[in-house]
């Protein structure tokens, strides 16, 4: 039904810089927002960066200024630049949408997860 397609991992230095990208395809009806999410093994998952289709944007306090989100509606896609990468940053990214897909009369609306990508931070 919807799959999330994530690209742009890998490994970099610190105070590097990364551009994650996001794809939704399927039987998708609308896009509420979509988001980037991080996670450390034994850590709960947390969010980093949130667009809506209307472009308001919400970052978590140890991104901002260093993090940009950023979207194209029209192709269901999202990006997350990645400035002044710190050691920290490492982690599984993982990209969320908040959509309505389904080809039924009434398609619900609810999230759905890429498999993640792998950043590493190297000081």
């Known amino acids: 039904q919807v799959q999330l397609v994530e690209s742009g991992g890998g490994l970099v230095q610190a105070g590097g810089s990364l551009r994650l990208s996001c794809a939704a395809s399927g039987t998708i009806v609308s896009v509420n927002a979509m988001a980037w999410y991080r996670q450390v093994p034994g850590k709960q ?5 949130r667009i809506t289709t209307g472009g308001s944007t919400n970052y978590a306090d140890s991104v901002k200024g260093r993090f940009t989100i950023s979207r194209d509606n029209g192709k269901n ?14 982690a599984v990214y993982y990209c969320n949408a908040d ?25």
């Open 99 to 123: 959509l309505v897909a389904g080809s039924g009369w009434y398609p619900p609306r609810r999230d759905y997860w890429g498999q993640g990508t792998q950043v590493t931070v190297s000081s």
């Open 45 to 49: 998952r947390e969010l980093v960066a």
């Open 77 to 90: 896609t999202v990006y997350l630049q990645m400035n002044s990468l710190k050691a920290e940053d490492t």
